[in-house]
């Protein structure tokens, strides 16, 4: 198990940038993947984007291009760099270590993105 905590998320106008953060309590080099999900009011939580433990990533077709993620082994911090951000990218953003009914979750970060 392992404990996340999301930090970076704000209030940004259409077509800024943030970078969120997802800090671990452990050591995530065992961790085969982790991802970013998010979830607006009335929605269902979905997929952002994957990172693997090797550094493959995978991204949801609406952020490809503009979404970065990337993770640091050393610091146990997976990150998601958020470029030309538009009002249908706010939402809560959640990180995610492991995938199926034993993944973990941290309590999430909102982004809200005016026009």
């Known amino acids: 198990q392992v404990q996340l905590a999301e930090s970076g998320g704000g209030l940004v106008q259409a077509g800024g940038s943030l970078r969120l953060s997802c800090a671990a309590s452990r050591s995530i080099f065992t961790l085969d993947v982790m991802g970013w999900y998010r979830q607006a009011p009335g929605k269902q939580r979905t997929l952002v984007a994957h990172?693997?433990?090797?550094?493959?990533?995978n991204y949801a077709d609406s952020v490809k291009g503009r979404f970065t993620i990337s993770r640091d082994n050393s610091k146990n911090t997976m990150y998601l760099q958020m470029n030309s951000l538009k009002p249908e990218d706010t939402a809560k953003y959640y990180c995610?270590?492991?995938?199926?009914?034993?993944?973990?979750w941290g309590q999430g970060t909102q982004v809200t993105v005016s026009s």
């Open positions: 990172i693997t433990s090797i550094g493959s990533t």
């Open positions: 995610r270590a492991g995938l199926g009914s034993s993944s973990d």
